[in-house]
């Protein structure tokens, strides 16, 4: 259980941070770069549900929490000493993965194809959920560097390549099921 009873506490100040084993790294460490962008990540998602409800609502409250195991993950170096911690660390999982995998198949079996790739926008809904996309997507390249350099949980990898597909199909959805997709005009303004 986590107790936050002071929010501050000046251990930071001096540019480094604790990892989830306890290590002190600086913050500016490609480890502290990728969960602090699906911190990020999340925060632009709570943006997104100020624009959705019912089912879509639904669906990003649970992206939203495993975006915060995803963040516990990723803070947390280590994988081979897992067995060894004085508590199980939480780390990504296959079926949030391949849960992903069945909402997206469930989105796009109402939509047509696409013929052209789609600028961001159209609903209010639809533009936080290709901001959500893109920054996804970051989070990703992140992760992905960071796991060139140190042992990275491949699930947690999968998870953010899965979701910037799961929110660019939401983004879809929530245009009036494509409908009102802004195409891109190739050399329009020429």
Not at 50 to 74: V, W, Y
Not at 136 to 153: C, H, Q, S
Request: glycine share 8%; with cysteine.
């Amino acid at each position: 259980m986590v107790v936050l009873n002071k929010i501050y506490t000046r251990t930071g100040d001096k540019g480094e941070t604790a990892l989830g084993n306890g290590d002190r790294v600086a913050k500016h460490a490609p480890r502290v770069a990728a969960y602090g962008t699906t911190d990020e990540l999340n925060a632009t998602v709570g943006m997104a549900r100020l624009h959705a409800d019912g089912d879509m609502d639904a669906a990003l409250a649970r992206i939203q929490n495993d975006l915060f195991d995803l963040g516990a993950d990723l803070c947390r170096p280590d994988l081979a000493g897992d067995a060894k911690a004085e508590y199980p660390p939480l780390r990504m999982i296959e079926p949030q993965v391949t849960r992903l995998e069945s909402e997206i198949d469930g989105m796009n079996g109402d939509l047509e194809a696409l013929r052209s790739f789609i600028l961001p926008g159209g609903s209010a809904l639809a533009a936080h959920l290709h901001l959500c996309r893109t920054v996804a997507r970051r989070a990703e390249r992140l992760a992905v560097e960071l796991a060139a350099m140190e042992e990275v949980n491949t699930h947690a990898v999968k998870y953010l390549n899965r979701l910037s597909d799961w929110f660019f199909v939401a983004a879809r959805v929530a245009n009036d099921g494509g409908k009102a997709d802004v195409l891109w005009v190739p050399g329009a303004n020429r």
